[in-house]
């Protein structure tokens, strides 16, 4: 059974930095389609960063510069580093991982307060 978990979210200040992790059972990250999507009520879900699995990196525009996403073959982790938050970022993010269909985490909060 495939299960994706994601941890590291909180509150933190304007400005102020997150780790996510996703970690994985069931499945492995490696050569693979992974993501990061994030959701704040009422809207859809966003995209927000994704690997492929050659290992190519793409962002959303808001947060090219800030965000960074990685992987840990050894460990079978997936974070998403997010530095300089802004309140807008504020949301559930979700990692999500596609091999055949895609799977999602249950996703974790991150508050960003002003």
């Known amino acids: 059974q495939v299960q994706l978990v994601e941890s590291g979210g909180g509150l933190v200040q304007a400005g102020g930095s997150l780790k996510l992790s996703c970690t994985a059972s069931g499945i492995t990250f490696g050569r693979k389609y992974i993501a990061w999507y994030r959701q704040v009520p009422g809207k859809e879900r966003e995209f927000v960063a994704r690997?492929?699995?050659?290992?190519?990196?793409d962002y959303l525009d808001a947060v090219k510069g800030r965000f960074t996403i990685s992987r840990d073959i050894r460990k079978n982790i997936v974070y998403l580093q997010m530095n300089n938050l802004l309140p807008e970022d504020t949301a559930v993010y979700y990692c999500?991982?596609?091999?055949?269909?895609?799977?999602w985490g249950q996703g974790t909060q991150v508050t960003v307060a002003s």
């Open positions: 999500s991982l596609t091999s055949g269909r895609t799977y």
């Open positions: 690997m492929t699995p050659g290992t190519d990196t």
